[in-house]
């Protein structure tokens, strides 16, 4: 979601005629897109917005949008007088206001729906991947997670709404198209319709979604699976834990033969699928026994790219009052076991799939300009072979005149030999586009 947002607000300035600069020292407008989820990421707002006030010009406008601005509010502006903008995720589509009233403090955090989905320009050009909205904000109240009050209660786009932003991505270069909700299945107006609706479009060629709550993959879901060969065999359906009383106290009622009856029924729709999770550890009362079941599940499942974190109380959270909070150290020492099984676990499935040739999404050049940096259909990162040198170059120049990438996108696409893998990422040679 918040690198939907980033794009937004980016063509959004665009539209103002800005541009992105390499060095903050060299901008008119700083604007700090913030995570407010753990405790360490909302903290480093603050250390970061001193580094830039001390190196942007005098005069340069900064603030900052997302989840720590709704956090804090008005608070922000105490915290740090020079600030000349906070707004909410669901309010950045007003930071015009500034630009055209700089002497002015914009403060807004209200929850004011869908609105900015109307409000926010068109995007005029869309990487290979765009990533689409289809909802705002969760009603789930996880007994941990600030985002219930962040980004408010759950609101469902309207399907029209949502298949003008897929058309218009799709005319714009977009191959694959990657449905954003924070609980993205249980979307009011059918997600499988939507997808049916996509998987239409000659020129989208992959699709997924993200993040799924396991009591709301429903049958005509699971089925699309195996019938709809443009959606991705990835899912990403985060268990959080495997015990039954941790998540019963995280407010996830659903039990563990249910989860694991829905990754069965999923599989029997489309053998080659895989799952990725997000686990906390630590959270409040985990004993080890707990903690073992969440081993027990990780190794089970065989989740890959998968993400855990240690459990962060959250202001606005019932988890953050209660009993027997864990040291620590405890959750340090948890992180790091349940992080050695999951790389595990995708050091073998990337190792599986040396031999393969499958078909992968380019997203553009490594670091150095002498590699290519592609998708698996499963989301792992393959480094392409330097012979592909040339592709690089032609990459680099169709990418930059956007007019072309329209001819060139079918090529974004290539049939690549995976020849080496590791626990991050695989290495390939493209076999033919
Ligand atoms: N502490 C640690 N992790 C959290 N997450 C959400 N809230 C917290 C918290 N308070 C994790 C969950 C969620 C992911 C986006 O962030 O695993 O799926
Ligand atoms: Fe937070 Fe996800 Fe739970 Fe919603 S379902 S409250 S976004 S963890």
């Avoid at 239409?200 to 709550?213: A, H, P, Q, W």
């Avoid at 499942?301 to 240690?310: A, D, L, R």
Wanted: glycine share 6%; net charge neutral.
């Amino acid at each position: 979601m918040n690198v939907y947002d980033g794009q937004r607000i980016e063509s959004m300035l665009r539209g103002r005629g800005m541009m992105p600069v390499a060095d903050i020292a060299l901008a008119d407008l700083i604007v700090l897109n913030t995570c407010a989820v753990r405790e360490k990421a909302s903290n480093k707002v603050f250390s970061e917005l001193g580094r830039i006030r001390d190196r942007k010009k005098p005069d340069a406008l900064f603030g900052i949008v997302g989840c720590v601005a709704r956090e804090e509010g008005a608070n922000a502006f105490r915290r740090m007088k020079e600030l000349n903008f906070v707004l909410g995720p669901q309010s950045y589509h007003k930071l015009p206001e500034i630009l055209d009233n700089p002497d002015a403090r914009l403060l807004n955090v209200d929850l004011s729906g869908l609105e900015k989905f109307d409000a926010l320009p068109p995007m005029n050009d869309s990487p290979a991947v765009a990533y689409i909205p289809i909802q705002e904000g969760c009603d789930h109240c996880c007994t941990y997670c600030i985002v219930p009050y962040t980004r408010g209660r759950e609101l469902s786009r309207d399907t029209g709404d949502v298949m003008r932003d897929v058309r218009a991505a799709a005319e714009s270069g977009a191959v694959e198209i990657c449905f954003l909700g924070q609980n993205v299945n249980g979307y009011k107006n059918s997600l499988a319709a939507l997808i049916t609706e996509t998987a239409k479009l000659e020129s989208v060629k992959r699709i997924r979604f993200t993040s799924s709550y396991p009591t709301e993959m429903t049958d005509d879901l699971i089925a699309l699976f195996g019938t709809e060969p443009k959606l991705l065999p990835f899912l990403n359906m985060p268990i959080q834990s495997g015990s039954p009383d941790v998540l019963t106290r995280m407010n996830r009622p659903y039990g563990l033969g249910l989860y694991i009856g829905i990754v069965e029924k999923l599989r029997a729709m489309r053998p080659d699928i895989q799952i990725s999770s997000d686990f906390i550890v630590g959270f409040p009362g985990e004993t080890d026994e707990d903690f073992e079941m969440t081993c027990d599940i990780a190794r089970r499942i065989g989740y890959i790219n998968s993400y855990s974190f240690k459990y962060s109380p959250r202001p606005h959270t019932a988890a953050a009052l209660m009993k027997d909070q864990i040291p620590e150290n405890i959750k340090k020492q948890r992180l790091k076991i349940l992080d050695d099984i999951l790389t595990e676990n995708n050091r073998a499935f990337n190792e599986s799939c040396v031999g393969l040739t499958l078909p992968c999404l380019v997203e553009g050049p490594d670091k150095t300009g002498k590699h290519l940096l592609a998708r698996t259909p499963w989301m792992q990162q393959v480094i392409v072979s330097p012979s592909a040198k040339q592709r690089v170059e032609e990459y680099k120049s169709k990418r930059v005149e956007h007019k072309t990438i329209l001819s060139y996108s079918p090529t974004l696409l290539l049939s690549i030999r995976i020849t080496n893998a590791n626990k991050c990422s695989l290495r390939g040679e493209i076999v033919k586009s």
